[in-house]
């Protein structure tokens, strides 16, 4: 059954990628228990009838092989190529979302490629809040967040969390992010850690998340879990957020006369990080022009937006100078026979190359112009304006080159969560009790979970 769907699955990517690019997101997971490596690759791609698709294609055991770049380039190429039929030149027609890992970008180096940016925040949030420096400038900031990792290791361990009504989230080693969950899930039961301690005598566990830093800190990191929450998206177009929140959180973070000095440096320190860290690709720009509301570019300085503009023009003109070449094509071999009758081509003339680069063209009328169109178009999109494909579904008549470069451009997804949400499905389906489970049979159920 596997098998089976995964070929329709296939040839449906296949008549989408003759037309446009997608997207692809690739990541590497070891199992707890027989430490073997697996490499998934997930495929991101909005279909003719504009809806967006986000299909796990494998799970593949990788080689024992040192993961290299070179190692690794080669067994996408054998994945993609050898084993799921693909064309050889599939690589050159995708966008690749991944980490940063250098064996990763190393290993896609000779193509296109745009950095995760769920992983790009947690990078920015593992330095930001980094305790050992922390401890250096605002050490009652470093000591709260000790203090709230130790409480909650202590109530799991314990067991005392069961008689909490709500359950307290653990800060995961790698997972910045869950910062923000483990100090609202405290906040959400402190009145009842409090009276709970206090029973045992071990009221102290909690005096040292002081309840100023843990509300500001709250206040603060929300909007990071925000961004990462809806750039994790894999249901709806997410490219076109990434500039908006970079913005928004840049903003969230310039200082504000109202904080306290350790708040100031929480708030600057996580300012330099992300200066440092998240950066504004061609691509991002070109998404959020593609959003109706914002087709404008106001974010922007003139020049920036005459640049983006003319990025996209490059783009729907290749799409026009194709389909023009089709229709030659196929008009050629339609009149084969009268060509052939008409006699021998006539030679070409010494200086044609400078005639075809350099000959007067006639500028298109805004009329005719897809983008002066789109930017004269009332924005208006039905609830809070965020139904992109839809609203490009009901304008591709009108503005067939754009709707074609909304629909690659959509494809590509903003993180990478989708490979590592396949492997936490492999960590439930790899368990203690099914460790014998070939790989094989590991990437159908995955396939088919994904799939359902």
């Not at 869950?178 to 206090?198: D, G």
């Not at 603060?220 to 994790?232: G, I, N, V």
């Not at 005459?306 to 389909?323: K, L």
């Not at 070409?348 to 500028?363: G, I, K, M, Q």
Request: some cysteine; aromatic content about 8%; proline content about 4%.
């Amino acid at each position: 059954m596997a098998s089976e769907r995964r070929g329709g699955t296939v040839e449906e990517i296949k008549e989408v990628m003759s037309l446009i690019n997608i997207g692809m997101t690739t990541d590497m997971w070891t199992d707890d228990f027989r430490k073997m490596s697996y490499m998934a690759i997930t495929c991101h791609y909005v279909t003719p009838t504009f809806e967006l698709k986000s299909k796990l294609l494998t799970t593949t055991c990788f080689p024992n092989h040192a993961k290299t770049g070179d190692n690794i380039r080669k067994e996408l190429q054998q994945q993609l190529v050898t084993v799921l039929g693909f064309d050889a030149s599939v690589m050159n027609n995708v966008v690749w979302v991944t980490d940063q890992g250098a064996n990763v970008l190393a290993a896609l180096r000779p193509y296109r490629h745009l950095a995760c940016q769920d992983h790009l925040y947690n990078t920015v949030l593992r330095h930001a809040l980094n305790t050992d420096e922390l401890a250096e400038v605002v050490p009652e900031v470093a000591e709260t967040l000790l203090a709230a990792k130790a409480l909650v290791r202590y109530l799991k361990q314990s067991g005392l969390v069961s008689q909490l009504s709500r359950t307290v989230k653990q800060m995961a080693e790698t997972r910045y992010s869950t910062v923000f969950l483990t100090l609202e899930s405290i906040k959400s039961v402190h009145a009842e850690l409090q009276e709970l301690l206090q029973s045992r005598g071990e009221s102290a566990r909690l005096r040292d998340v002081s309840p100023d830093i843990l509300a500001f800190l709250l206040e603060f990191l929300r909007p990071f879990s925000d961004a990462q929450k809806e750039l994790e998206g894999d249901k709806y177009p997410t490219l076109h957020l990434v500039v908006l929140w970079a913005n928004k959180l840049r903003s969230h973070c310039q200082p504000d006369v109202n904080d306290t000095p350790s708040q100031a440096i929480i708030r600057q320190r996580h300012l330099d990080w992300l200066m440092k860290k998240i950066e504004i690709q061609p691509l991002h720009k070109i998404a959020i022009f593609l959003w109706p509301k914002f087709s404008q570019l106001r974010m922007f300085i003139l020049a920036e937006r005459t640049d983006i503009q003319q990025q996209v023009r490059i783009q729907i003109n290749r799409f026009r100078e194709g389909e023009d070449a089709r229709w030659q094509e196929q008009s050629t071999q339609s009149g084969s026979g009268a060509v052939a009758a008409a006699g021998p081509a006539p030679k070409r003339r010494a200086l044609a190359e400078f005639e075809d680069a350099w000959e007067n063209v006639r500028e298109e009328n805004e009329d005719t112009d897809e983008i002066q169109l789109y930017l004269s178009l009332n924005p208006t999109m039905e609830g809070d304006g965020r139904d992109l494909l839809s609203w490009w579904k009901q304008h591709e008549t009108t503005l067939p080159l754009l709707a074609r470069l909304a629909r690659a451009v959509f494809s590509v997804p903003a993180s990478s969560s989708s490979s590592e949400r396949a492997f936490s499905a492999a960590g439930r389906v790899i368990e203690e009790r099914r460790t014998g489970l070939a790989p094989e049979t590991v990437d159908a159920v995955l396939f088919l979970h994904d799939a359902k």
